[in-house]
């Protein structure tokens, strides 16, 4: 069965600094990988994706994320953080070859921004 | 185009009263999910669907019930609640194709006293 684990409960960053929030994964198969990140009493939103191809994908609000396989992770980053990118971030992995549909979450980044 | 959509967004329930909680998508997605949020723990799977008439459990199934009559609403049940039921109630559907991830609701915050 698919899992991941993001062995960091929180992360603080200073403003305008490169700001780095690490997961890694297990699958049987192949992975496809997510970033989600929740601001404070809100759902979870959908921030990128890796399916396949590049391995560096680039998604919302500046965000990428690097895949890399023979390591097993998909650390997401952002080269300057500011104040609001503090939430709570979530890495999920659906194992393609698994027959059903469904993605495994870490347990969740809260990543504060300190002005 | 709403989206998910999780009704209501709070609710102060007694020890022993019951309630529902509706979720209802327009995307036409197949799978539907129940998840609770508690401090700490990450999001926890209750209930999945994978289409209308069809339901599944996840994670921590006990104390809840769901039923998917229609493709587009998935009803969480508690049917005596618990104060280790407070929590925050997510709701989340996904499409068929494997590509795309998950749509999530806003939230049930949940308070059982």
């Known amino acids: 069965a698919q899992s991941v684990a993001q062995p960091e409960d929180q992360v603080n960053v200073a403003e305008g600094n490169p700001l780095t929030v690490k997961c890694t994964y297990s699958v049987s198969g192949n992975p496809y990988l997510f970033w989600y990140v929740q601001y404070p009493n809100r759902g979870l939103q959908f921030l990128l994706k890796y399916i396949t191809g590049d391995n560096l994908v680039k998604g919302s609000y500046g965000f990428e994320a690097e895949f890399n396989k023979s390591q097993t992770s998909f650390h997401l980053k952002k080269p300057s953080a500011l104040v609001s990118d503090s939430a709570l971030y979530f890495c999920?992995?659906?194992?393609?070859?698994?027959?059903?549909?469904?993605?495994?979450f870490g347990k969740g980044n809260q990543v504060v921004v300190i002005p | 185009n709403a989206g998910v959509t999780q009704t209501p967004k709070f609710r102060v329930l007694k020890t022993g009263q019951s309630m529902t909680l509706l979720c209802a998508q327009d995307?036409?997605?197949?799978?539907m999910y129940w998840y609770r949020q508690d401090p700490g723990m990450g999001l926890r799977l209750i209930h999945y669907s994978v289409g209308e008439g069809t339901t599944a459990k996840g994670e921590v199934p006990d104390g809840y019930n769901v039923s998917r009559l229609k493709k587009q609403n998935f009803l969480l049940g508690l049917e005596s609640a618990a104060p280790s039921q407070t929590s925050v109630y997510f709701c989340a559907s996904s499409s068929a194709d494997r590509h795309y991830g998950y749509t999530f609701g806003s939230g049930t915050r949940l308070t059982v006293v």
């Open positions: 995307m036409n997605h197949e799978y």
């Open positions: 999920a992995v659906r194992d393609i070859g698994e027959g059903n549909n469904r993605l495994a």
